[in-house]
């Protein structure tokens, strides 16, 4: 569904603080898998996530989404097919826009429309029934403007637009480490809900451990561009927080950290 081959990346080239991050690097995902991804930072985990999406292009290698080579497709176009929940709960959305205009351009991305005709009647009583089970009221505060909401309703309303359209795969991207323990909690519940009701592919990077044991169908541990950990089926229910940590530590006291 999602294959990465012979990526090669290079951050800083030609200068004394030359990285090379990715090198023959290899990573593919089968369709509906919900991959919970951790590791240290500069481990490649982000790295991963934008040379999915286009926000950043492989010095050598092909990205293959369904079969079909996007390595050269830009960000835009992709953003059809994937979408991207980042840490800042205020980078997802029109902040100046109400929540029910947000939405309205969320169902109508890749296609010529006019705000006005989207926001007819039915469809905004269609976006009232989908913020409905949020359990936040945010279906009677339509025209609220989306910076008014606090930093866990935009979180909340951002997951939920992301996915209003068939998507090939969803990048969840740190997407509750700004948020409250509570927050963040009702984030992942919502998180799994959609991604099992609607069967989307998923990335999740995250430094919660707990969330990663918890939630998915595969687990990888990233360190320096490389998978150390790829665990799915039986060997990812067998993963717990400790044993995580564990390797995690041992990384860490190899690289110095």
Request: proline share 3%; charged share 25%.
């Amino acid at each position: 569904m999602l294959e990465l081959q012979n990526i090669r990346k290079v951050f800083n080239k030609g200068t004394p603080d030359e990285n090379v991050l990715f090198d023959g690097f290899n990573f593919s995902v089968a369709e509906g898998e919900f991959v919970s991804i951790v590791g240290s930072n500069g481990s490649g985990k982000t790295t991963l996530l934008n040379l999915i999406s286009g926000t950043m292009r492989p010095d050598e290698g092909k990205v293959l989404l369904r079969g079909q080579d996007i390595t050269a497709q830009k960000e835009f176009v992709r953003a059809r097919r994937i979408g991207r929940v980042f840490q800042d709960p205020a980078g997802g959305m029109a902040n100046s826009m109400t929540i029910a205009e947000n939405m309205a351009i969320a169902e109508n991305k890749g296609r010529a429309y006019g705000l006005s005709a989207a926001l007819g009647k039915k469809r905004v009583e269609a976006y009232r029934e989908m913020l409905h089970p949020l359990g936040l009221g945010l279906e009677m505060r339509m025209n609220v403007p989306v910076g008014s909401l606090s930093g866990g309703q935009r979180q909340l309303l951002t997951l939920l637009v992301a996915t209003m359209t068939p998507i090939d795969i969803l990048l969840l991207d740190e997407h509750t480490a700004a948020l409250d323990p509570k927050t963040a909690e009702q984030t992942m519940e919502l998180t799994d809900r959609i991604v099992r009701e609607k069967k989307i592919t998923t990335l999740m990077v995250t430094h919660n451990l707990r969330f990663a044991e918890r939630y998915g169908t595969r687990l990888c541990m990233f360190d320096k561009g490389h998978i150390v950990l790829d665990a799915a089926g039986e060997a990812k229910a067998a993963q717990k927080v400790d044993d995580l940590l564990a390797l995690f530590n041992s990384i860490s006291i190899e690289c110095g950290n």
